[in-house]
């Protein structure tokens, strides 16, 4: 079925492309990338370099970035993500192309996509999902679409997304398999099924043969940069046993720091999707109860798989995102002669919601178990008992659209500005003191500092800030070595006495023999905030209002020679 576009739909859908790309673009470059951006990222620039090195099983990331980085005669922060921030931000557009979704609830979608603070953080990573989230998408809906080439060209670029897809795919083969059993009981109790929701092709009109064709070589040509690189196809399938092996590595991130990570991002969404799915299985709609079945799958696959992290949740949020725009679009409409009441509701619950915020807020500023916190506590209870009476009586004494309508859209403003905020923060517009739960962990915290000493001291010494080698001994860190990229770099298990390098950089440790001819300096690298020893739940309250967060990390030492500086006595001796 071809449901008719409105006026200017496309003028919004540009709107929603530009706010995504902001958001996704400002200040790409500020937060120093961790050790598994650094990796792939350090690959790309070899190959830029004109080197073979081995691949991850990132080939889309590595292949399309070393072309950014061979553009530039090297590479940046900002350029290391910049390929994800693009994928990020053409993903609005895939309501376009997607036949389960009206134009008005489709709109609405690429505004959530826009916005969500989830997909602007794995936009802003380097080698993360959102590549396998935007070509699987765009694949579905040219599927959906009956346009072979296209369907096969970004089915291609989703294999070469890395380990990501397997899980997206994963999570669709169980969700159509689940929404097969439901078809077949509807039409066991000869209940109708709604064919519009139904996609326009049937698999044996589809033209297998070109898009299979078209795949492979898009595989071919995108897969090996024009034959290129020639290992970015068996980092492809390298992409297969790294999923396999995701079920087999534990993680120290428990099950309830992932719901609460929907609950604090995306509390808008998950409460209009909780309204949508209530409504969908009371009228049995064939629209949401599938996409409901897929948010189930991702959320259950992305709370069992061993390795969780909470940028698991990712294939959980387009489902989520399309049905909280199914009910929000099924709350548009205002008759004339409701407006007023209709408004009097928003008012009044997003002033409820106002005041239940600065309620929550003021905590931090009390002693815990004290008098004025347990009354806090319990008047931000009341103000939400009170918005429910609120609700129920305008229902009662008005109608139940005026109070469905009306506290619908009080919710979509008020948790729209607080999920608003949380978009800000996953940014890193706020800095590193204000960690954020999508982040990943172990964020450098002084490599520009690392950087520009290092910088510094060669300047000095040679008289090129680029010129003076370095020797990392013992740390095990990518980002280190992506830190200094622009300085030759060996990494050792342990330094050689008999060599007498530029610059040493080890662990935290007495090192007489670096001591006596070395000066050091002490740096914080690895930083990660301490969730899993943050029990309290005034230390969350804190967190959630604040963005305070203790956290821990790993020090490293900067040993530099001597006679570098200015003031050694090799240097003063007349």
């Given at each position: ?494 330094l050689d006495i008999s060599s007498s390098p530029d ?56 040993w530099a020679r001597d006679d570098l500086f200015l ?8």
């Amino acid at each position: 079925m071809t449901y008719q576009h409105f006026k200017r739909e496309g003028w919004l859908y540009a709107l929603a492309f530009l706010l995504a790309l902001g958001l996704r673009l400002i200040q790409l470059g500020g937060m120093p990338l961790t050790d598994a951006e650094a990796l792939p990222a350090l690959q790309a620039l070899h190959i830029a370099q004109g080197l073979k090195p081995a691949l991850s099983p990132h080939p889309f990331y590595i292949l399309s970035t070393s072309i950014f980085f061979f553009l530039y005669a090297g590479g940046t922060n900002f350029l290391a993500r910049l390929a994800p921030a693009l994928a990020g931000s053409v993903l609005v557009f895939a309501p376009l192309f997607l036949q389960r979704i009206k134009p008005r609830p489709g709109l609405i979608l690429a505004f959530f996509i826009a916005i969500d603070p989830g997909l602007i953080t794995l936009s802003r990573q380097a080698a993360s999902p959102i590549f396998a989230i935007t070509f699987l998408l765009f694949t579905w809906g040219f599927f959906s679409q009956n346009k072979p080439r296209l369907a096969g060209f970004f089915a291609a670029l989703a294999l070469l997304s890395g380990p990501s897809i397997w899980a997206g795919l994963l999570g669709l083969g169980i969700t159509w398999a689940l929404y097969q059993v439901f078809e077949l009981r509807l039409k066991s109790r000869n209940q109708p099924i709604d064919e519009s929701t139904e996609a326009n092709i049937q698999p044996e009109t589809f033209n297998f043969k070109l898009s299979t064709i078209s795949l492979a070589i898009t595989l071919l040509t995108a897969g090996t940069l024009f034959f290129a690189v020639p290992n970015g196809l068996s980092a492809t399938l390298a992409s297969i046993p790294a999923y396999i092996m995701s079920w087999q590595t534990p993680s120290d991130v428990p099950t309830g720091r992932l719901f609460l990570s929907l609950l604090i991002y995306q509390p808008l969404t998950l409460l209009l999707a909780l309204f949508a799915i209530i409504r969908g299985l009371r009228k049995g709609s064939p629209r949401i109860i599938p996409i409901s079945v897929w948010l189930l799958v991702s959320l259950l696959l992305a709370v069992f798989i061993p390795s969780r992290q909470v940028s698991d949740l990712a294939w959980a949020l387009i489902p989520l995102c399309g049905l909280a725009a199914l009910e929000l679009a099924h709350n548009i409409d205002i008759f004339p002669d409701e407006r007023s009441e209709i408004a009097g509701v928003i008012l009044l619950t997003a002033f409820i919601w106002a005041f239940s915020w600065l309620d929550l807020s003021k905590i931090n500023w009390v002693q815990a178990d004290s008098t004025e916190y347990y009354m806090r506590f319990w008047l931000l209870l009341g103000a939400l008992l009170l918005l429910v009476f609120s609700i129920m009586l305008v229902a009662s004494g008005w109608s139940i659209r005026t109070a469905r309508i009306g506290g619908v859209w009080g919710l979509t403003i008020v948790l729209g500005v607080f999920g608003f905020s949380g978009a800000l923060g996953s940014t890193g517009l706020r800095g590193l003191s204000f960690p954020e739960l999508w982040w990943s962990p172990n964020i450098p915290a002084q490599a520009e500092l690392l950087r520009s000493t290092v910088n510094d001291l060669s300047e000095w010494s040679q008289g090129d800030d680029n010129a003076a080698p370095v020797v990392i001994a013992g740390v095990n860190s990518s980002a280190l070595e992506w830190t200094l990229r622009e300085h030759p770099v060996t990494v050792v298990e342990s330094l050689d006495i008999s060599s007498s390098p530029d610059f040493v950089i080890t662990p935290l440790q007495d090192d007489p023999t670096l001591a006596s001819s070395y000066r050091g300096q002490d740096f914080t690298w690895r930083q990660s905030p301490l969730w899993n020893d943050t029990l309290s739940s005034q230390s969350w309250v804190r967190w959630v209002t604040l963005r305070d967060m203790p956290q821990s990390g790993e020090t490293i030492i900067l040993w530099a020679r001597d006679d570098l500086f200015l003031d050694s006595a090799s240097n003063t001796a007349p």
